[in-house]
């Protein structure tokens, strides 16, 4: 159930103001802060309420979002804050990318070199992903905004991702056909492990899609029904040998045939590295409590020791008892500074 705007979260920080769109498993909301500057919301469809798991999906979501805030890189949104709870949903506020997806781009067939570019963009996102244990297990290009008036893309759409080594939730009754186009058959299973090449196969199947304006036989009919996988190259000519041959080979339906790495994929597109420009605002630090507690502490501590020798100091000069004149005074030996 989608909620009615204009609606408020967090006391009136946040005001909700449109749907934005409707994934497998969430709601994204374009949503204004106080300040009157657009961002976007996402939580959790509550109609998974009925899931058996659905506490634990929460959980899962909760948990990755805090993983998926470390995962800066300019061609990766935002994260605003730490995710917080709103009519028993949990929410994730981000930036806005004033933009369009490239699932809605204008033209149906992209120039190689263009596909290329935003491709490396985001492959080079997904290994900031991998290097932090995650996959995302929705790359597709309704999830890859570009900025408006440049060659950005920017990945979005984190709310499928998990760990490596998490369990899996089936995707096969909450996708549509055109999404399954780029569903690798192990999120349909639950005994195939996670892992890069889930986002490899994937990115391969967006960069089809940009070259051919097709959209990727489904691996579960290519299982299923022995349906073969068009090459991109018979459907548009103009697509050179070897992006052809490393776009099948990213998209084999064998795990373990696929490349190791987003970065083997890229070098064997040819790509290399592109030159990091970071586009995003600086985020806001957070405030480490424990740590400034800590240092405060230790603050204090010192203070109290300095005043403690300073006071006994002071007691020793001017309190301190004249010797008795009948006996000889002998100084006390002072210590050595600290």
């Not at 709310?159 to 349909?188: M, Q, W």
Request: charge should be neutral.
């Amino acid at each position: 159930m989608v909620w009615a705007v204009p609606k408020q979260l967090q006391g009136g920080k946040y005001t909700l103001e449109s749907v934005l769109g409707r994934g497998r498993f969430g709601i994204t909301y374009l949503a204004k802060d106080e300040k009157g500057d657009r961002i976007v919301v996402k939580t959790l469809d509550n109609q998974l309420l009925n899931q058996p798991d659905f506490k634990r999906l929460q959980e899962r979501f909760v948990q990755e979002a805090f993983k998926l805030a470390k995962c800066k890189h300019p061609h990766i949104v935002r994260l605003l804050e730490d995710p917080f709870q709103e009519d028993d949903l949990w929410c994730i506020a981000m930036e806005y990318i004033d933009g369009i997806d490239l699932a809605h781009r204008q033209k149906n067939i992209l120039p190689e070199a263009d596909a290329l570019q935003y491709i490396q963009q985001i492959g080079e996102a997904l290994t900031v992903v991998h290097q932090n244990n995650l996959v995302h297990r929705d790359v597709k290009p309704a999830n890859i905004m570009i900025r408006a008036g440049s060659k950005e893309a920017v990945l979005i759409d984190f709310g499928l991702a998990r760990g490596i080594d998490s369990k899996k939730l089936s995707v096969s009754n909450l996708e549509t056909e055109a999404e399954a186009g780029f569903t690798p058959p192990e999120l349909y299973s639950h005994t195939i492990e996670l892992g890069a090449y889930t986002d490899i196969y994937s990115l391969a199947a967006t960069l089809y899609n940009l070259l051919t304006g097709q959209i990727p036989t489904s691996a579960k009919e290519r299982l299923q029904n022995h349906t073969p996988l068009p090459e991109p190259k018979d459907l548009n000519p103009k697509i050179s040998d070897n992006i052809n041959r490393n776009i099948l080979w990213a998209m084999d339906l064998d795990p373990k045939k696929r490349p190791k790495s987003i970065q083997a994929w890229l070098d064997s597109l040819g790509l290399k590295p592109a030159p990091v420009v970071n586009t995003n605002e600086p985020e806001p630090r957070r405030i480490n409590y424990e740590l400034w507690l800590t240092i405060i502490g230790l603050i204090l501590a010192v203070i109290a020791i300095f005043t403690g020798i300073f006071q006994q100091d002071i007691r020793e000069i001017f309190i301190k008892p004249s010797p008795s004149p009948t006996e000889k005074s002998t100084p006390t030996p002072t210590k050595p500074p600290n």
